[in-house]
Structure formats: structure tokens, C-alpha cells
């Protein structure tokens, strides 16, 4: 029986992020009301309160899960960390370019949170840090012309900007590869 339980509590759970994420996409994450998310859900507000303590609780949770995400992403079959390698970089720029575009909600919902709460932006930083870390990483790998850290920073603030704005996939990330293999200093060599 606690098995079952345990198992309803992570659907209703599961239930109340798909529906924030919807109520984020019509209202954003600032104008979003935890009784919008219920409602959304079809669940009362106390099982909300089960769940989370806060709608910056549940945008943390949905964080976790993004995160985790590209911690799978990151284990994938293609995924070399040798940025000499255009296609390593191409490789790194299409997985970031779809993952933003399918979780474009959640990113904007976790920039707005961050606007107004110097906390969550905070904590939002801390969460994200080994991602950029991880580009570091191959970055410094590569022998950049410049500080791994201040690049990789530019990678993921360059990648989603662009994937915010652009419409054409292809070109955009063939474009933004050349741009970031050469910007990191290994393209020229």
C-alpha cells in the first residue's frame, strides 16, 4: 500500500510541473498563481502544498529536472569533449540549441524568477554551475585564447539568445558552431 502511495504522490507531483509549465507558457512564471496550477492540474491547492512549499520550490524541481536532463545528454553516445573537433563543438551547440527550444518555458520562467529574487537567481546559478563547468572543461581542453570559464559562459548565454530568436534550426547551429569553434581560438589553428 505505501508503494502505491508513493507512486500516486510522484504522478500528482509529476501532474503539478506539466501544468505549471503550461501556465507559465500562457501567463509567465510572474503572473502565474498557484490556484492557476492547481486548477490546471485538476488537483485541490492543499495537494500543491504537499508537494512544494512554493511556486519557487516547484520551478527549482523543474530545474532538478532539466538538469538531470543534461546529465543524460551528457553520457550520450556522440558526445566528445575534444573542442579542437568542429564537430565536437556542433555536436555540443545542437544539443543545447533543441534543449533550450523544448524547455524554452522553464528557462524563461527560471530568468523571470531570477529578476526578481536575488535568492532563487542565486540558487538558480549554483544549480547550473556544472553545466557551464562541463563546457569549461572541453573548452580548456581545446588550448582557448581565452579564460575557459568566461567562454563557456559565452556559449550558453550566445546559444540560447540565438535559439530564442532565430527560426531556422540548421543554419542557425551550423553558424553559431563556426562562430564559437573560431571565437574559442582552436578554429584558426
Excluded at 132 to 158: C, E, N, R, W
Amino acid at each position: 500500500m505505501a508503494g502505491v502511495r508513493k507512486q500516486q504522490a510522484a504522478q500528482t507531483g509529476a501532474e503539478l510541473k506539466a501544468a505549471a509549465v503550461r501556465v507559465f507558457a500562457r501567463t509567465g512564471y510572474l503572473n502565474a498563481k498557484i490556484t492557476d496550477i492547481t486548477a490546471e492540474a485538476g488537483r485541490a491547492t492543499g495537494s500543491f502544498y504537499k508537494h512544494f512549499a512554493s511556486k519557487e520550490q516547484l520551478l527549482e524541481a523543474l530545474l532538478e529536472d532539466l538538469l538531470a536532463e543534461g546529465d543524460e545528454s551528457a553520457a550520450a553516445a556522440g558526445h566528445s569533449d575534444d573542442f579542437r573537433d568542429r564537430e565536437a563543438v556542433r555536436y555540443h551547440v545542437a544539443a543545447y540549441w533543441s534543449f533550450y527550444r523544448r524547455h524554452r518555458t522553464v528557462v524563461d520562467a527560471l530568468r523571470q524568477a531570477a529578476i526578481v529574487d536575488e535568492g532563487f537567481a542565486e540558487r538558480s546559478r549554483q544549480m547550473m554551475e556544472p553545466d557551464v563547468g562541463h563546457i569549461a572543461q572541453h573548452i580548456a581542453k581545446a588550448g582557448p585564447t581565452g579564460d575557459p570559464y568566461v567562454l563557456a559562459s559565452i556559449f550558453t548565454t550566445l546559444v540560447s539568445a540565438c535559439a530564442e530568436r532565430w527560426a531556422t534550426d540548421d543554419d542557425a547551429v551550423e553558424t553559431l558552431t563556426t562562430f564559437i569553434h573560431n571565437g574559442i581560438g582552436v578554429g584558426r589553428r
